[in-house]
C-alpha cells in the first residue's frame, strides 16, 4: 500500500520561506502525478500545485503562482513544494497526495494522501 509522508512545515514570519518534501513510499512513484493541497481551520481542502509524473508538467493555484515551486525527484520518490514570499493567508495544514498517471485540480480524484503538515504564517 502506498504511503505518503511530509515533512519540512513550521513557524515563518511573513516574506519567508520554507521547503516542504513528501517522500513516498510502497507504490512505483514515476506512475503517480503529485499534487499539493492545504486546508485553513473552518475551510474546505483547496489546490495548491501539481506535477506530472515525469516532472514536466506543473500547475498552480493562481494564489501561490510565481511565488510557490512544486518539483519532484523520481529517483528519491520525492516531491518538493518550494514556498517563498509566505504571507499570512497561507498558513494552512499542507497535504501531498498522490493521483495514478493523470493530474487534477480537485482532491477527490487523488488516490494517496499524506497526514499533513503545518505551515504557520505570522504578520
Known amino acids: 500500500q502506498g504511503q505518503l509522508v511530509e515533512s519540512g512545515g513550521g513557524l515563518v514570519q511573513a516574506g519567508g520561506s520554507l521547503r516542504l518534501s513528501c517522500a513516498a513510499s510502497?507504490?512505483?512513484?514515476?506512475?503517480?502525478?503529485m499534487g499539493w493541497f492545504r486546508q485553513a481551520p473552518g475551510r474546505e481542502r483547496e489546490f495548491v500545485a501539481a506535477?506530472?509524473?515525469?516532472?514536466?508538467?506543473?500547475y498552480y493555484a493562481d494564489s501561490v503562482k510565481g511565488r510557490f515551486t512544486i518539483s519532484r525527484d523520481n529517483a528519491k520518490n520525492t516531491v518538493y513544494l518550494r514556498m517563498n514570499s509566505l504571507k499570512p493567508e497561507d498558513t494552512a495544514v499542507y497535504y501531498c497526495?498522490?493521483?495514478?498517471?493523470?493530474?487534477?485540480?480537485?482532491?477527490?480524484?487523488?488516490?494517496?494522501w499524506g497526514q499533513g503538515t503545518q505551515v504557520t504564517v505570522s504578520s
Open positions: 510502497g507504490r512505483t512513484f514515476s506512475d503517480y502525478a
Open positions: 497526495a498522490a493521483r495514478r498517471w493523470f493530474n487534477s485540480y480537485n482532491a477527490h480524484d487523488y488516490d494517496y
Open positions: 506535477i506530472s509524473w515525469n516532472g514536466g508538467s506543473t
